[in-house]
């Protein structure tokens, strides 16, 4: 696999591990063929998905990793190299398709894999893994009982309790446009002037960052991304394994509409000039066996129906999903961005 170009956006506060290597045409141009992958997803399991790919199918795989806002604006303008782009959210997989950039993916293996709502209506992008949006809470000082729905987040009860990251987050504006589809503009706006005014600190930080939070006493919840749970529990850093440790999940909504779910996903390029190996790689993506290695490696939830996910998330329990349709909450992502706007959330 050569990583090229690569500089995973500082700002992004996200692993940001720099890694550069310059595009080895040679094995750009042999007989086997190539893959060019525009990718926001930034993990170490990706490297030896993609590797093995290569051993598998001698398709060389070559990635260029950014933000996906970067790599939608490089593909827009001059990606004529993009055979198949990732992101790891929604939101921008619903925006590529609408700057033209996403071709409609026709495989039977593909489309027979992942469940329709996790799919665009044409198969513009389909979704590679899931992650719920949770609330991560302080075993110590809340009773679960007590924090079952997104809802109970405006009790004033959790007043300066509250940690989550900033709004020009997808993962909470895709959380938002959950919120919105189930309700409506306003009753989101008053949902989300609730959870301003319970916040513990301005919004700040990553995932990670809001569960130390809670584990150093200036926070009750945070609001998290599941697999962040696993990376924390299964750091070299003790003091991450405690602040994971610290923790309870509740996936909320149990009772009634289900947890937010999200995906990572991926979508074939309009120009790609390497499309029978873009679908390739994604039929490949949605294995059993990769399926599995995503859940067991980067602690996300199995797109495909009957793959199991890891023990350790087995772990965490059985819950509702809310059934939401996702291409929903990417077409709701504008309006999510003014809700925020309107309530006060930075
Ligand atoms: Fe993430």
């Given at each position: 696999m050569a990583l090229f170009l690569?500089?995973?956006?500082?700002?992004?506060?996200?692993?940001?591990?720099?890694?550069?290597?310059?595009?080895?045409q040679e094995e750009a141009t042999n007989d086997v063929g190539i893959v060019t992958v525009y990718s926001h997803r930034h993990y170490d399991v990706d490297k030896k998905i993609f590797t093995d790919f290569e051993e598998k199918t001698g398709i060389k795989v070559m990635v260029k990793e950014d933000k996906a806002?970067?790599?939608?604006?490089?593909?827009?303008?001059?990606?004529?190299?993009?055979?198949?782009?990732?992101?790891?959210?929604?939101?921008?997989?619903?925006?590529?398709?609408e700057k033209g950039i996403l071709q409609p993916i026709e495989s039977e293996v593909i489309t027979g894999r992942v469940?329709?709502?996790f799919r665009g209506s044409e198969n513009h992008w389909i979704g590679l893994t899931k992650r719920y949006r949770v609330l991560a809470y302080s075993k110590e000082r809340v009773d679960p009982e007590e924090l079952t729905t997104y809802e109970d987040l405006t009790d004033e009860k959790w007043m300066g309790k509250i940690a989550v990251r900033s709004s020009d987050n997808t993962y909470n504006q895709s959380l938002m446009a959950s919120i919105i589809a189930n309700s409506n503009?306003?009753?989101?706006?008053?949902?989300?002037?609730?959870?301003?005014?319970?916040?513990?600190?301005?919004?700040?930080?990553?995932?990670?960052?809001q569960v130390k939070e809670v584990a150093a006493g200036r926070a009750d919840i945070a609001i998290i991304n599941t697999y962040y749970l696993g990376k924390l529990l299964n750091s070299e850093n003790q003091a991450e394994v405690d602040a994971?440790?610290?923790?309870?999940?509740?996936?909320p909504n149990y009772e009634d509409r289900g947890a937010h779910v999200n995906i990572s996903g991926a979508g074939v390029c309009t120009n790609a000039p390497n499309k029978e190996n873009a679908v390739k790689l994604i039929e490949y993506l949605l294995?059993?066996?990769?399926?599995?290695?995503?859940s067991a490696a980067n602690y996300e939830y199995p797109v495909v129906e009957g793959v199991e996910s890891s023990e350790l998330l087995q772990s965490w329990g059985t819950f509702k999903e809310d059934d939401l349709p996702l291409e929903e909450i990417g077409k709701l992502n504008s309006t999510a961005i003014a809700v925020f706007a309107a309530s006060g959330w930075e």
């Open positions: 690569s500089s995973c956006g500082s700002n992004t506060t996200e692993n940001s591990e720099e890694t550069t290597a310059p595009l080895n806002s970067k790599l939608i604006e490089l593909i827009a303008q001059k990606g004529d190299d993009a055979d198949v782009l990732i992101t790891v959210d929604v939101a921008r997989l619903e925006q590529a398709r469940p329709d709502k503009q306003d009753e989101a706006t008053k949902w989300a002037k609730g959870v301003v005014s319970n916040f513990c600190r301005s919004p700040k930080g990553n995932d990670r960052d994971g440790n610290a923790v309870g999940l509740v996936f294995s059993d066996e990769v399926q599995a290695m995503y």
